[in-house]
């Protein structure tokens, strides 16, 4: 069964019967998936500073479906969120409208018992 390698630069997978390795004096191996891989190696750059190298892989389906799945359920919880916000703003102002109107009521009655009280007096 071949074995399944990864490029020591930009870790790809490199396919069985594909690829380069390079066997150092002292005995440790360096597989390349490329040409390219191997010479930008040897000559001494990082592949954490190349924009090509050390892409992600994509992740499995599984994974992916994982992470939509928990996309959907943050959104749908924002929504929610935002949904008992606006229902709570609007009970508050219904609220003050209730209290604002029971205040001007109130304010007329005073006012009606004052009228009274003149036109008893008058008479």
């Known amino acids: 069964m071949p074995r399944e390698r990864h490029c020591d630069f930009c870790e790809s997978e490199i396919e069985p019967g594909t690829g ?34 050390g892409q992600e892989v994509e992740a499995p389906e599984e994974e992916a479906e994982e992470v939509e799945d928990a996309a959907e359920e943050a959104e749908t919880e924002a929504e929610t969120e935002a949904d008992e916000e606006d229902a709570e703003e609007e009970a508050e102002e219904a609220d003050a409208e209730t209290e604002d109107a029971e205040a001007d009521a109130a304010e007329d009655e005073t006012q009606d018992d004052e009228d009274g009280e003149e036109t008893e007096a008058e008479a």
């Open 20 to 53: 380069t390795m390079f066997v150092r004096t002292d005995g440790t191996t360096i597989h390349f998936c490329s040409s390219k891989c191997e010479k930008n190696a040897d000559l001494g750059r990082e592949s954490r500073d190349l924009e090509w190298a």
